[in-house]
């Protein structure tokens, strides 16, 4: 017997009272003798009490910025708080899965393995799917906005510089630099993000 199927779907069965008594009791157990519109009621109940959030971040190829604020909000374990995030020129694969300065900060921060495996590109569904997008430049949000068309119901820009590319990352001097500015990006990153979530707080 599935459940949430009613009794009447049922043909009616030779029972003695024992039996009756038996099957009732088993009957609420699983839930079997509410109406359906209880049953959609309490399902409304359940689905706003575990309402989660999702907040999606967007840069350009979704190996530094934002893949460093995915990780770091997800880091939190917040209940209620989910993330995700893809880049405008993510499919150019300029960096592959993740930039070597992203991976090391993450690292020495420990929420390296709070970072998802892939960059993902921007595209109008996946933006769509979230409560709050986060563009950490002016020419993210354009592109979402003009571009794919699509406008969020509730986004914000950050205006976060981005580290250079990884292809002069074997220049030991150069290397050290970029770790450094990086470094700072994650932490003008971090700040962001703990302040979007005192601001979601309020709403």
């Not at 024992?18 to 003798?33: E, F, M």
């Not at 209880?38 to 689905?47: D, E, M, R, V």
């Not at 986060?134 to 020419?139: A, G, L, N, Q, R």
């Not at 205006?159 to 994650?186: C, G």
Request: with cysteine; net charge positive.
């Amino acid at each position: 017997m599935q459940q949430g199927l009613a009794p009447k779907c049922y043909p009616r069965l030779a029972m003695t009272s024992k039996d009756k008594k038996v099957v009732k009791k088993l009957r609420r157990k699983r839930h079997l003798l509410l109406p359906d519109f209880f049953t959609k009621f309490a399902s409304l109940l359940i689905s706003a009490y575990y309402f989660i959030m999702h907040i999606h971040f967007v840069c350009s190829g979704n190996t530094n910025r934002s893949r460093m604020a995915e990780a770091y909000l997800k880091s939190k374990k917040l209940p209620g708080i989910s993330a995700s995030s893809s880049g405008i020129n993510a499919d150019k694969d300029r960096n592959g899965s993740l930039s070597k300065y992203a991976e090391y900060i993450l690292a020495e921060e420990g929420i390296g393995q709070f970072a998802s495996r892939h960059w993902v590109q921007t595209t109008k569904a996946i933006v769509a799917k979230a409560d709050v997008v986060v563009f950490m430049k002016k020419i993210h949000c354009n592109y979402v906005l003009k571009k794919l068309g699509y406008t969020p119901p509730r986004y914000e820009v950050w205006n976060i510089e981005d580290v250079a590319s990884d292809f002069w990352h074997w220049l030991i001097p150069l290397r050290k630099k970029k770790i450094i500015k990086d470094t700072k990006i994650f932490y003008e990153i971090t700040d962001h993000v703990d302040a979007l979530l005192k601001k979601l707080k309020k709403v």
